[in-house]
């Protein structure tokens, strides 16, 4: 296992900004720029859906409904995976949960396959009010 942990989660207002970090364990001898990585969000009574996902070639997706607000990117130095959060609105208010893979995602196929990611932390709640 990985032992993907998430840090960042909080409550803000409306148009706030919020970034949330990813980041390994280290055990697994795995370092983030050796993965393909995701941000998947479920809020409350409704399904998990993909946010954005970055390949270890650094090819990022962005999910439609968050495009232009959300931006994924890493720092290998750092073995951290971020996802920042502007223009946040009352419906960005979900857990959002980091996963990965080693293996190759291709394209933005990793937003609608959530299987593809064997690895999953446990999340890290936003609230967003209006």
């Known amino acids: 296992r990985l032992g993907l942990v998430e840090s960042g989660g909080g409550s803000v207002l409306a148009g706030g900004s919020l970034r949330l970090s990813c980041t390994t364990s280290g055990e697994s001898g795995y370092t983030i720029d050796m993965l393909d990585m995701a941000w998947f969000r479920q809020a409350p009574g409704k399904e998990l859906e993909g946010v954005a996902t970055?390949?270890?070639?650094?090819?990022?997706s962005v999910a439609d409904v968050v495009k232009g607000r959300f931006t994924i990117s890493q720092d290998s130095a750092k073995d951290e995976m971020y996802l920042q959060m502007n223009d946040l609105k009352p419906e960005d208010t979900a857990t959002y949960y980091c996963a990965a893979t080693r293996g190759k995602v291709r394209g933005d196929s990793g937003l609608r396959n959530r299987y593809l990611y064997p690895d999953w932390g446990q999340g890290t709640q936003v609230v967003v009010s209006s």
């Open positions: 970055i390949g270890h070639d650094l090819h990022t």
